[in-house]
Each structure stands twice: as C-alpha cells, then as structure tokens.
C-alpha cells in the first residue's frame, strides 16, 4: 500500500516568515500534486511535479520533486494570511492511475 | 464551465439510517472519483470509475457503501447502514482522464 505522510501536521508562524512542508513516501510516483483546500471546500490543484529532481515556481511557493520520486518539498516564501490553509501532497502511482492523497498540513498564518 | 456539483451539502442522520449523496462532474470528464475526508485528516480514496466502469474500489466498504455512475456521468454514492465512523466530508472529484482533479465543494455526513 502506498502511503504519503506529511510533516509538519499544523504550522502557526507570523506574517512574512517563510516555512517549508514535506511529503515523503517509500514508494515511487509517477507524479506528484500539491493542493489546497479551505475550510467548507473541496481541495485545489497548485501545481504538479513530474520528474525527478524538477522543481517549479509558483509565485511565493516552491515545489521541488525528490530525485527518486518519493518525495516532495513546498516552500513559502514571506508567508500571508491568505496562505491559510490546508495544503496537501497527492501521489499517483508509477503503476495505476490512483491518486493517493496525503494526511496534509493545516497552516495558520497570524497577520 | 461549470464545475462539479454535489448535493446535498450536508446531511445528518441517526447510525443505522440510509444516505445517498450525488455528483455531476465536469461536462467532458471520463473519470469520476468518490473520496471520504474525515475531520483533520487528507481525503481517502473509496471508489474511481473510469467512464461507467469501476477502476478501483479497494478502499470502499463494501457491506455498506455502494456506488454507481449510470450512462458514464453523474455518480451516486450510497451508505446503508450508517455507523458513527462514517461522520465526515464525502468528496466528489473528476478529471479529464488523469491529471489534475477538479473537486465538488463537499458533502457533510454526520452520523448520530
């Protein structure tokens, strides 16, 4: 069974820190989602990784890909109340088309 | 382009009742995915129909949940008996194949 776990579980920084969250996972990818979801909503697609080693930009955020493909890295740069939320990895199989998703990271961002 | 549309938005019912919840995915999408997010937890997986058929339901209860998506669209997502453990967000996702996934706002299931 493949498993995505995610750390830290909850993060509360201030206004302007950066932070990093990670998924790891022993099993292999074929590619790697990275969503957010708010309270009373369904989760939203950021940005997916697909080799080993990529990493993308998406404004402020950081996504890095591990080089084997079983983990991933997001990072935030100057943190902001509209960051709030709860981010999750999803994982999709090297051998299925199943999505996987992780137990994600719920962030709180204090303006 | 309208997205996926769930209903109802929450629903409470006494452990032992019946409870459908529905979803019409995105106009085009051949895949249609049923995902239980339980309070502070990442959604699991319980059931992925490829089309009108079933790619994967490993993860689905099967004594107790049922699912099925007529004619290739819209999805109904069933549980009958409910138990207390069955309180949580009921997620209905589409894609166009694999890929990125579009999800409905949610189904709220609480279980007296």
């Known amino acids: 069974t493949q498993l995505l776990e995610q750390s830290p579980q909850f993060l509360s920084i201030q206004e302007g820190e950066n932070l990093t969250v990670y998924c790891n996972s022993s099993?292999?990818?074929?590619?790697l989602q990275w969503y957010r979801q708010e309270p009373g909503e369904g989760p939203v697609l950021l940005v997916t990784?697909?080799?080993?080693?990529e990493v993308k930009k998406l404004k402020r955020l950081t996504f890095q890909f591990g080089d084997a493909r079983k983990d991933s890295s997001l990072h935030i740069t100057a943190a902001q109340p509209g960051d709030t939320g709860l981010y999750l990895c999803?994982?999709?199989?090297?051998?299925?088309?199943?999505?996987?998703f992780g137990s994600g990271t719920r962030l709180l961002v204090r303006p | 382009e309208a997205g996926v549309a769930q209903s109802p938005r929450y629903k409470i019912i006494e452990k032992r009742q019946s409870v459908a919840f529905w979803c019409n995915p995105i106009?085009?999408?051949?895949?249609l995915y049923w995902y239980q997010q339980i309070l502070g937890q990442g959604p699991k997986l319980l059931i992925q129909?490829?089309?009108?058929?079933?790619?994967?339901d490993s993860q689905l209860p099967k004594d107790r949940f049922s699912a099925e998506r007529l004619k290739g669209v819209d999805s109904t997502l069933k549980i009958q008996p409910a138990k207390l453990e069955d309180s949580a967000v009921y997620l209905c996702?589409?894609?166009?194949?694999?890929?990125?996934?579009?999800f409905g706002e949610g189904s709220r299931l609480t279980v007296l």
């Open positions: 990784v697909v080799t080993g080693g």
């Open positions: 999803a994982g999709e199989g090297d051998s299925s088309y199943k999505l996987i």
């Open positions: 996702a589409s894609s166009f194949w694999t890929g990125e996934l579009f």
């Open positions: 099993s292999v990818f074929s590619s």
């Open positions: 106009s085009g999408h051949a895949t």
């Open positions: 129909f490829q089309n009108n058929g079933v790619v994967d």
